[in-house]
């Protein structure tokens, strides 16, 4: 069983930074695979990134390569989204989630453990 908690959401304009940050209980944060999703206006809610157990293996959607980064610290049981060169495209409340085992997924179903979300909005 783990809870998730995101935070870091906020309001910044286009081509700026922000970096969101997911805090999980349980102590056996270690051997999740996490990802991050979002759900824009009026969208359905959409994949964004994942990242394996030991940190060493990272997946992201296209519309999102070369601009977000994921990475985690296991020792404070935390997973960040670094977002640069932001878009109002990105504005959404964004999601992280968790699952057990070390297979990295992109599909929503495949995540039994799930945060309330953090909105993002960027301004053109």
């Known amino acids: 069983q783990v809870q998730l908690v995101e935070s870091g959401g906020g309001l910044v304009q286009a081509g700026g930074s922000l970096r969101l940050s997911c805090a999980a209980s349980?102590?056996?944060?270690?051997?999740?695979?996490m990802g991050w999703f979002r759900q824009a206006p009026g969208k359905e809610r959409e994949f964004v990134a994942t990242i394996h157990w030991n940190g060493y293996s990272t997946y992201y959607a296209d519309s999102v390569k070369g601009r977000f980064t994921i990475s985690r610290d296991n020792a404070k049981n935390t997973v960040y989204l670094q977002m640069n060169s932001m878009k109002p495209e990105d504005t959404a409340v964004y999601y992280c989630?968790?699952?057990?085992?070390?297979?990295?997924?992109?599909?929503?179903?495949?995540?039994?453990?799930w945060g309330q979300g953090t909105q993002v909005t960027v301004s053109s």
């Open positions: 989630a968790a699952r057990s085992g070390a297979n990295l997924y992109y599909q929503i179903y495949q995540y039994p453990y």
């Open positions: 349980g102590r056996t944060f270690s051997s999740h695979s």
